[in-house]
């Protein structure tokens, strides 16, 4: 099967060596994204359900890369650093994937890579 990456630019992926994306026949993998924008700002200072809702939009964009949507996603994992928040988080996360209903998974970790990153979401995408 051929291997495709797809690289969003941001400056990590070639230092740490990673992909925003692999798909390998007709599974896509999204790797760890958090609420950066094009330009490196951080969006939803603080707001763990724009962060959530920033972070879904830009897993969709990759996905269309990869000629797919959200209507694929079947798995999602949810690292957040205050799971007393959690219904922000999954109320952002319900507005895209309540009809959808993909597994899911979220859990609270001790810290991302930069303290004013709330959540990081990775995806995996099956095309039928």
């Given at each position: ?35 950066i ?35 694929d ?56």
């Amino acid at each position: 099967m051929t291997r495709y990456n797809y690289a969003s630019g941001a400056p990590w992926e070639d230092i740490v060596g990673y992909s925003r994306a692999v798909k390998v026949g007709n599974t896509i993998e999204v790797t760890g994204t958090v609420a950066i924008n094009e330009h490196n700002e951080l969006v939803g200072e603080d707001d763990a359900y724009q962060q959530t809702r920033f972070i879904i939009q830009k897993i969709s964009r990759i996905l269309e890369q990869a000629g797919a949507g959200l209507k694929d996603v079947v798995r999602t994992r949810l690292y957040v650093t205050d799971i007393s928040r959690w219904e922000e988080y999954g109320r952002a996360h319900g507005e895209f994937f309540g009809s959808i209903k993909p597994c899911t998974t979220m859990v609270e970790v001790s810290a991302l890579i930069s303290p004013e990153y709330l959540i990081e979401i990775e995806a995996t995408a099956i095309l039928a």
